[in-house]
């Protein structure tokens, strides 16, 4: 009763028809059997418990069916109780025949003759593919900002099962560090899902993967009222690293002088820790800015700030300063390092003129008194003239012009002598006049003296 029962097939398959039988000759040329409603079978190699019997006029049908998946054919036997005739029924399918709805035809046979059979819509469902076992590849996977997926196997009815063939492989949620899915879709002879899962590891930021680039990192830095907070940069591949997302860092105090213990931790996609030291001197004045102003009392004002921010010392906790004012209005400020802060002195001083507390009356001057010059004056060879005279206690130097008549000499050249004597050169066979005068220099000023008398040398040899 059943062509090919002993190809049992591994899991349920449903089928839906509506056919046809037609009378063959022999038979008196009437129908033998009727059938305008459907009849369902499970297809699961016997079909002996899920066969459906319909009677008719002259006969009784057993829709005993059998599926042959190599064939991708369908058969069912009918009997016939009066006449003992078998009847077989084909249900031919295409070959590129899967589980969605296709057309499939009904032709019943008795020996060589067959009718020209009735083209049916039938639906099949494929095999359960939840019931077989999937196995998932135990390897190390570790976040690397890409899709992450793993080899997996699939296993029914004692074969593995083909990618592409029985099954398509989804993977959910397997990019971020945690449990990855895995969706094995059934195709072609199998249908629904089966999931599993694999882990993404976290990345170790103290493995080579993560490159560290600490070039930022000084070995010490100067106190300047922050938080002292250096910049460091982490990729993997081609992307960096995001601070609060994929690490953080936690210090110890990085604003006073001392050691600094600098901790990186990974967080989110990242685990692991990386630890640092720095140390924050004191602040040395000299590398501060100094500003000074008045305000609309006339009151100095001095600020201190640390030129990387702008953040201003604190007078009495990092510095302390005295002034001093002298006759004119010249200002000099003496700042000093105090505290646990800061080092060191700077001196800034402030002009006169820019000083309006500065004295409205003129200051009182000594008068600076030179003593005058007697010089001795001698032609000597070479066309020569030697001038010699007592040296004078406290001056700076003294200054010497000649002339070839007496008139010339307050528009003559004037040479300086550091000593007491000066020899002028280059001179011709003439007589010239010379005088002599010292000078002081006082603060940035000069004082001379009152010229000589006019000497007067001829010039022979």
Not at 216 to 228: G, H, P, Q, T
Not at 383 to 389: E, N, R
Not at 401 to 415: M, N, P, T, V, W
């Amino acid at each position: 009763m059943r062509k090919n029962a002993q190809k049992a097939l591994s899991i349920a398959l449903s089928l839906s028809m509506t056919f046809s039988l037609m009378a063959f000759d022999g038979m008196s040329n009437r129908n033998i059997a009727k059938a305008d409603d459907t009849a369902r079978t499970s297809l699961n190699g016997y079909a002996s418990e899920g066969a459906t019997v319909t009677t008719y006029d002259d006969c009784t049908v057993y829709n005993n069916i059998d599926f042959t998946n190599e064939k991708h054919e369908a058969y069912a036997t009918y009997i016939s109780p009066k006449s003992g005739e078998e009847f077989e029924t084909v249900y031919e399918s295409p070959e590129d025949y899967n589980y969605l709805t296709r057309e499939l035809k009904v032709v019943a046979k008795r020996g060589e003759k067959s009718s020209e059979g009735v083209a049916e819509e039938v639906t099949v469902v494929g095999k359960d593919i939840t019931k077989a076992s999937l196995a998932i590849a135990d390897i190390a996977v570790i976040y690397n900002g890409n899709e992450q997926k793993v080899p997996v196997s699939v296993i029914a009815d004692d074969k593995q099962l083909v990618e592409g063939t029985d099954y398509e492989l989804v993977f959910e949620d397997n990019v971020n560090a945690g449990t990855a899915k895995v969706i094995v879709n059934g195709i072609g002879l199998y249908e629904g899902k089966l999931e599993g899962e694999f882990t993404i590891a976290q990345a170790n930021i103290e493995d080579d993967i993560v490159k560290k680039d600490l070039s930022n990192l000084a070995e010490s830095y100067e106190y300047k009222v922050a938080e002292i907070q250096p910049q460091i940069k982490m990729s993997q591949g081609d992307v960096y690293l995001s601070a609060m997302k994929d690490y953080e860092i936690v210090y110890s105090d990085n604003m006073n002088p001392g050691t600094v213990t600098m901790t990186i931790k990974g967080i989110g996609n990242y685990t692991g820790t990386i630890e640092k030291t720095f140390v924050i001197t004191k602040r040395k004045l000299a590398n501060t800015t100094i500003k000074t102003s008045f305000d609309a009392n006339k009151q100095l004002n001095v600020l201190v700030q640390v030129p990387d921010n702008g953040r201003a010392l604190t007078k009495d906790k990092d510095y302390k300063y005295t002034v001093a004012t002298d006759a004119i209005g010249n200002i000099t400020i003496t700042i000093t390092g105090i505290g646990e802060n800061c080092e060191g002195t700077v001196v800034k001083t402030i002009a006169a003129k820019d000083n309006p507390n500065r004295p409205t009356e003129k200051p009182t001057t000594t008068k600076i008194k030179v003593a005058k010059v007697s010089p001795k004056a001698k032609n000597v060879k070479g066309k020569k003239i030697k001038l010699s005279w007592k040296k004078i206690k406290g001056v700076k130097g003294y200054q010497v012009r000649y002339a070839l008549s007496k008139g010339k000499l307050k528009k003559a050249k004037i040479k300086v002598a550091k000593k007491n004597s000066y020899v002028i050169k280059k001179l011709k066979n003439k007589k010239y006049f010379v005088q002599v005068r010292a000078y002081k220099v006082v603060g940035k000023k000069k004082y001379y003296g009152a010229w000589s008398k006019v000497k007067s040398v001829k010039v022979k040899k």
